[in-house]
């Protein structure tokens, strides 16, 4: 009694889950594009693809539950189902938030005069993407020490937002407001978008070993 | 309550083909435990072992424990009919006496003791309105029980199982030929009725072992045909959860 069909629906969700993960990579990228190379056609993709990743987020909600509905999936295929729902909803958070980095960059650009603030963002994008790529992939593949390494990567990113303020205070109060705030505010996004990857590894971590990372670790 | 079968290194045997191997379980009481497995897993093997209905089989032997409330039901002081009273069983088909309704139910309290015609009255209408029949056939007591449906036909048996007041009642695919409404009473039933004796079922239908029971077992043959337990669990790790490869693959359906 295998259930052929019903795994080629499991691995269909999983692919627009990825799919989906692709998509959002992208936006976080052009988000970065946007804000630190005043890139507006960057900005205008991005925010025009997230009509696309909102419709592919209903998608894997609608797709999970209706094979939770007719084929009662239980065990890792029931942990898939519920995983790529929760997965789905940080990507579509994590698109989002690209795309109010991307909106802030189409209000304040151009920004001249705040190089170490553009650097800053830039890294900090950069490690961000990074670490979303390294979620996804520990999703795709189910690997579980990638999942447990991200918190890791995460540092290095919320001390970087932090190191926000301190070069701020170095700038003379003659800097447009707009735009200083809209520098603020892109770490803050960054900054959010690498805590939804830290989840979708707990995520993962979850449906690999039908436990919590938390209570892993306890 | 707190009847239990106590299950050690059981080992069973069709003439030299061995069916089960050291099968190790504790079922505990007012709980229900379902078994699944694919077909000729041992499942129903075992769970005849259990009331010793295999004894009907010539040629079959059990080596090992089982033990009832801390007492060996295979010793030859073992009285079958009364171990049938308090292990009661349930079967696919249902299977009521070609008599009324009112005398399958009172069948088994006349074969235990001699009760007066208002006992028996009241035995047969407390153990129909607890097998959820009572409302169906209460002005056709008379009537013979074949004449019912099969899902009444199954509900009728219940009642006349609840009417001996069994410890535990074992079920083989007790809703495996009625239809949903009826499986539907069956299943509610049973988790009214486990408060009063334990419930082992034998289900091939797994979303209902998973719907009703508080454990599950899992049972799986290995190719020469020796079926072992693989992995007994609550039915709620067992089916988000399972430990064993074996376990997930059979549960997810990606064998058997």
Redesign the interface.
């Known amino acids: 009694m295998t259930r052929k069909t019903f795994h080629e629906e499991l691995s269909e969700l999983e692919a627009i889950t990825s799919q989906m993960g692709e998509l959002v990579l992208h936006s976080i990228n052009g988000s970065i594009e946007a804000i630190t190379a005043c890139n507006m056609e960057a900005a205008d993709e991005t925010i025009e693809r997230d009509s696309t990743i909102d419709a592919l987020y209903h998608e894997i909600e609608e797709h999970s539950l209706a094979i939770v509905a007719r084929q009662a999936p239980v065990a890792s295929d029931l942990r898939l189902c519920f995983s790529v729902i929760f997965i789905a909803i940080h990507l579509e958070r994590m698109a989002d938030l690209a795309v109010n980095v991307a909106k802030g960059a189409k209000r304040a650009c151009p920004m001249e005069g705040v190089a170490p603030l553009i650097k800053l963002v830039a890294d900090m994008g950069r490690q961000t993407a990074d670490l979303v790529e390294a979620s996804m992939k520990a999703f795709s593949n189910r690997d579980i020490e990638l999942a447990h390494k991200l918190p890791d990567m995460d540092e290095p990113i919320d001390r970087m937002f932090k190191a926000y303020f301190k070069e701020l205070a170095k700038h003379p109060d003659e800097e447009s407001l707009e735009w200083i705030s809209t520098i603020i505010l892109a770490g803050r996004y960054l900054e959010r978008i690498a805590d939804h990857a830290v989840d979708i590894g707990e995520r993962v971590s979850y449906l690999v070993t039908g436990y919590s990372s938390d209570a892993v670790e306890e | 309550m707190a009847t239990t079968f106590e299950v050690k290194n059981l080992d069973f045997y069709y003439g030299d083909f061995q069916a089960l191997e050291d099968i190790n379980v504790e079922i505990e009481g007012s709980t229900i435990t379902a078994f699944i497995g694919p077909s000729g897993c041992g499942k129903s093997t075992f769970l005849r072992c259990l009331n010793r209905m295999n004894d009907l089989i010539p040629e079959t032997r059990v080596e090992g424990l089982i033990t009832l409330d801390g007492r060996d039901i295979y010793t030859n002081e073992t009285d079958l009919v009364d171990l049938r009273r308090r292990v009661g069983m349930i079967f696919q088909q249902p299977n009521p006496f070609p008599m009324s309704i009112y005398d399958n139910v009172a069948y088994g309290p006349r074969l235990h003791g001699s009760p007066s015609k208002s006992e028996l009255d009241g035995i047969v209408e407390t153990t129909l309105k607890q097998a959820a029949l009572w409302k169906e056939v209460k002005d056709k007591l008379n009537s013979l029980a074949l004449s019912l449906s099969g899902g009444q036909q199954q509900r009728l048996c219940i009642a006349r199982v609840l009417a001996v007041n069994p410890e535990v009642v074992l079920m083989d695919e007790p809703a495996s030929a009625i239809d949903p409404t009826s499986t539907q009473k069956i299943e509610d039933l049973m988790a009214e009725l486990k408060e009063r004796f334990s419930i082992i079922i034998v289900t091939h239908n797994?979303?209902q072992a998973?719907r009703v029971s508080d454990h599950t077992a899992f049972f799986m043959a290995d190719d020469t045909g020796k079926a072992n337990l693989i992995e007994f669990g609550n039915t709620d790790q067992i089916?988000?959860?399972?430990k064993d490869e074996r376990?997930?693959s059979y549960?997810?359906?990606?064998?058997?």
Not at chain 2, 239 to 242: E, Q
Not at chain 2, 251 to 256: K, L, N, S, V, W
């Open positions: 797994m979303q998973a089916f988000t959860n399972p376990t997930e549960i997810t359906g990606r064998f058997g």
